[in-house]
């Protein structure tokens, strides 16, 4: 084997299949520093990372196809927020008049309310800033759920949250498997000669596509009680009482330290409450694992590049966390007064970090890579000398 191919990532199988958790904290990750600056060249550089990371070791399951969904909602995210601005103004003063709608009057108790008036170029300009960082933190979000298995997420979980999980899971298929439907049935309605575009055909699409959703539901319920879905173990109330107090109190603390890590005002309290909270979760959802009565068939296991891609996304969010502590002012242009964005060289390049999950996890059946990986994707090596000489005979 040349020194290449060594270095290529391996292709993704049943037992070398990522961790689904390690992109959903790589994903946190780079939302954690989308929420830390306004710059929309840095929030156009990390939107680019995800992508690349999502166009490299993406999956053709039907989850995995909700990505470019995902950014369609963010730029209608964006849209919304610039149209919010355009018509009911903005707090951000300005000096650069765009134009000047008919303001309609409001009662006093609405005050500080305004339909229309004065529309401004810095108003416009904060809002676009505003805009694009919710729609990278959809993007992020996307970016998990194209590349996360739900049911592998799922089988991860402790048993504490098995319930709970079954219904995020649920919620989280819902919208692939929809957008899947649409995509099936508009293909169909293209090959029998039907329009397939227009509010008459998103009408007649509709019917089939809510049929397809209540049977998976029936089928999927039907499946869960026949696996004894909700069985528990007798604990003692001693033990219940704690695993309540517990995780609720944990989760709270966990809450309140993300609070602290995000706002400019709570760094100094965030880490130690984020710290006792996560102890305080962990101790609870074990307690709480002992009234669940299943087992795990094949649990995903954890190796190096679950800890590379989890570490690469953790990474970027505390470089940038570090680098809006130390220079706020090169994450967040000012729209007052108006002046070009610039691109802060450290920071660009601790975002370039989350591209390492783009050469350390496994290459999936059917991702877009070289020829030799989409060749050898599907096809399973010969575990003897037997096999070998039988596939080569």
């Keep these: 084997m040349t020194a290449p191919g060594r270095l290529r990532a391996p292709l ?35 939107i680019g990372v995800a992508g690349y990371v999502v166009a490299a070791r993406r999956t053709d399951a039907p989850w995995a196809r909700s990505y470019g969904a ?23 003063p300005g000096t650069h008049t765009l134009v000047t709608l008919p303001e309609l009057p409001l009662p006093d108790w609405a005050r500080g309310v305004r339909i229309g008036g004065r529309v401004t170029a810095e108003g416009m300009v904060f809002a676009l800033y505003d805009g694009l960082k919710l729609a990278t933190l959809l993007i992020c979000v996307g970016a998990a759920n194209a590349l996360a298995n739900p049911a592998r997420l799922l089988k991860s979980l402790p048993g504490a949250l098995y319930e709970a999980g079954v219904a995020v899971v649920v919620a989280m298929t819902f919208a692939p498997n929809l957008v899947a439907d649409v995509q099936r049935l508009r293909a169909a309605r293209r090959l029998r000669g039907r329009p397939d575009r227009g509010f008459k055909a998103l009408l007649q699409v509709g019917l089939p596509v809510l049929e397809g959703a209540l049977e998976r539901s029936v089928a999927l319920a039907a499946a869960m009680d026949a696996r004894g879905y909700g069985r528990t173990a007798q ?41 006792a909270g996560l102890a305080a979760a962990l101790a609870g959802l074990w307690l709480g694992g002992r009234r669940s009565v299943r087992t795990r068939y094949r649990p995903d296991p954890w190796g190096l590049r679950a800890w590379l891609v989890a570490g690469s996304g953790v990474a970027v969010a ?10 706020p002012a090169a994450l967040h242009p000012p729209a007052v007064p108006l002046t070009a964005p610039e691109l802060p060289l450290w920071p660009a390049l ?27 994707a599907g096809t399973a090596h010969p575990r003897n000398p037997k096999d070998l000489k039988e596939t080569t005979t």
């Design 12 to 46: 993704a199988t049943r037992g070398r299949t990522l961790h689904a958790g390690a992109w959903w904290l790589w994903a946190l990750g780079l939302a954690t520093a989308a929420s830390r600056t306004t710059d929309p060249l840095l929030l156009g550089l990390l």
């Design 350 to 376: 601790s975002v370039l970090v989350g591209l390492v999950p783009a050469v350390a996890a496994p290459v999936p059946a059917g991702a877009p890579g070289p020829p030799a990986d989409r060749r050898t």
């Design 235 to 275: 604990v003692p109330r001693a033990v219940r009482h704690t695993t309540t107090a517990l995780t609720l109190g944990g989760l709270l603390g966990i809450c309140a330290g993300t609070y602290g890590l995000l706002a400019a005002q709570g760094a100094g309290y965030g880490l130690p409450v984020l710290a």
């Design 70 to 92: 995902f950014v369609k909602l963010g730029l209608v995210v964006l849209a919304i927020r610039l149209v919010f601005a355009f018509v009911l103004g903005s707090p951000v």
């Design 318 to 327: 505390a470089l940038m966390i570090w680098a809006n502590a130390y220079a």
